[in-house]
């Protein structure tokens, strides 16, 4: 500190004291990039993932050598000063200084609820709107270790682990997102439902998203269009598809209708029209095709399936199947 002897102590997660650096002091910022850079030469292929706190990690006493008038300009100068030297492929939280696709923005750890699952699909299509294509929604189940988690099941060595079907409803959303996290892998839980789930999901990204995802991080790269939509970006004027919260697409191919409240074994699935026409979609499940442009109620989703569509050429017209 340029004013006084005492150091910036703080605290950050489970760490009761941790320092904090003038990223304001020139002086400072070269020592951190001469600590990176020994980093790299010691591991040629090593990369970062920068996480950040916030405001109220700041030492009220601590003086900066150059004022930020907005505390949050931390971690974007910290993360500036990363990115000048190194890989970073992920930072936590939004910031305006961030890593250039394929770089993940990371959600906050969540706690392991309903209430943070039900959280992940509004999150993830407000940042892909402002900017974030590449979103992080961390691990499934959520953090047990956070307040507000709700329920947790024991496994055969009595280790705490998310609710079960919290867990697999978690995963089924996750599934279809560009990055698939585990603290605690399926392994460890002794539901009956777990294999026939796994066996399904392992199906569903091999063989219906992982070419989709692809497709769409390329288009991101070129001109930012988020991976993870909202259906209202099918057809801007579709006024019922303003309001929905709780599906998502991918690109403009797949749509995603998971089951987000406890107990759920049903669920109303809207279907958009493109800005052609009604369009037609491919019931994932089944194969059944329906016109977009309107509800499916109460669609079925026992705790084993997650509904997804598949959107076909607006001119697809198959008969009988037509739904």
């Given at each position: 500190n340029i004013t006084r002897d005492i150091p910036a102590l703080t605290w950050y997660k489970n760490v009761p004291?941790?320092?904090?650096?003038?990223?304001t002091n020139n002086d400072t910022v070269a020592w951190i990039k001469y600590k990176l850079r020994n980093v790299v030469?010691?591991?040629?292929?090593?990369?970062f993932f920068v996480e950040t706190?916030?405001?109220?990690?700041?030492?009220?006493?601590?003086?900066?050598?150059?004022?930020?008038?907005?505390?949050?300009?931390?971690?974007?100068?910290?993360?500036?000063?990363a990115m000048s030297e190194v890989k970073v492929i992920g930072v936590s939280g939004a910031s305006s200084r961030r890593p250039k696709a394929p770089a993940f923005v990371h959600l906050t750890p969540l706690p392991s609820s309903w209430e943070s699952l039900r959280t992940i699909i509004q999150n993830v299509l407000n940042l892909g709107v402002i900017g974030y294509p590449f979103v992080s929604v961390g691990p499934v189940g959520g953090d047990i270790t956070k307040n507000g988690t709700q329920g947790t099941d024991r496994t055969s060595s009595n280790e705490l682990v998310p609710e079960s079907e919290l867990y697999l409803r978690w995963w089924q959303l996750a599934t279809f997102m560009p990055q698939l996290h585990y603290t605690h892998p399926p392994t460890q839980y002794r539901n009956?439902?777990?294999?026939?789930?796994?066996?399904?999901?392992?199906?569903?990204?091999?063989?219906?998203?992982?070419?989709?995802?692809i497709r769409f991080s390329r288009v991101a790269m070129e001109n930012s269009m988020p991976v993870i939509r909202p259906l209202w970006m099918l057809d801007p004027s579709?006024?019922?598809?303003?309001?929905?919260?709780?599906?998502?697409?991918?690109?403009?191919?797949?749509?995603?209708?998971?089951?987000?409240?406890?107990?759920?074994?049903?669920?109303?699935?809207?279907?958009?029209?493109?800005?052609?026409?009604?369009?037609?979609?491919?019931?994932?499940?089944?194969g059944t095709f329906f016109e977009g442009g309107q509800w499916l109620?109460?669609?079925?989703?026992?705790?084993?399936?997650?509904l997804y569509f598949i959107r076909q050429s607006d001119f697809t017209r198959p008969g009988a199947t037509l739904s």
């Open positions: 004291a941790a320092a904090l650096l003038d990223i030469e010691t591991m040629p292929n090593v990369v706190g916030n405001a109220f990690h700041t030492p009220h006493y601590f003086q900066f050598k150059e004022n930020l008038y907005n505390p949050d300009l931390y971690k974007d100068l910290f993360i500036s000063a009956r439902n777990m294999p026939k789930v796994a066996q399904n999901l392992k199906f569903i990204k091999e063989e219906i998203v992982k070419d989709e995802l579709d006024i019922i598809a303003q309001k929905i919260t709780d599906e998502f697409l991918i690109g403009d191919k797949i749509l995603v209708a998971p089951v987000l409240e406890k107990g759920a074994q049903y669920r109303d699935v809207y279907l958009p029209r493109s800005s052609t026409g009604s369009g037609v979609w491919k019931r994932g499940t089944d109620n109460n669609s079925a989703a026992p705790i084993h399936t997650v």
